[in-house]
């Protein structure tokens, strides 16, 4: 969030490049306007401003020039995957997708009010032209969360992978491709071995 201090040092170095009084109401203007930016965004645009405009910048050139207003392009395959892989299947009634608040436990809110506009189930179901609307409500939503709130409200987590567990091996004191019995004590076969090397019966 911008400064207080950072906006009226902006609007100075505004006021004394154009022709342009700067008031305290002015100030409050712009700091409303510009308070989602932080202040060295805010900073790098003033500075384009003075090497762009010609006159004095009304708020919203000063929000494109922080690449604040700038479109946010999302691509919704990802999220359609992620949402897909937690659908489930009943033999009655086929397959079944996530409720609304399933995708907000697992993949967070953002991502979760995107589904709900598009009308959740209706991404998957109905015919291609249903399926096509509720695409582009569910992209135009994911953009507008990244957007309003920032890209991090609609990343998606890492994907836990559940990994087997090693099958049992045999006790390191057997030898290999036998197990030991575990009914009646067996001796060490290492002291087996060296018997029989060194020539001493059992």
Known sequence: MASRVVVAKA???LGATFPRDVTPELVSIYAGALQDLDDAALERAVAK???TCRFF???AELRELAGANRPVAVDPQPYLERIRGMAGYLPTVGETYPAVEDVR???GAGIAE???LAGARRLFVGNETGRD???????????DVARDVGPEA???PPVVVHKALPAPEAPSDTPPGRLGR???PVEDWRDALKRLEAGVKP
């Not at 609307?133 to 994911?142: Q, S, V, Y």
């Open 114 to 116: 995107a589904y709900a």
């Open 49 to 51: 401003a003075v090497a």
């Open 105 to 107: 436990q697992q993949l």
């Open 154 to 156: 609609i990343a998606l």
């Open 182 to 184: 575990v009914t009646e």
């Open 57 to 59: 910048p009304v708020p």
């Open 133 to 143: 609307i509720a695409l582009r409500e569910f992209t135009k939503a994911l953009e």
């Open 11 to 13: 609007m100075a170095i």
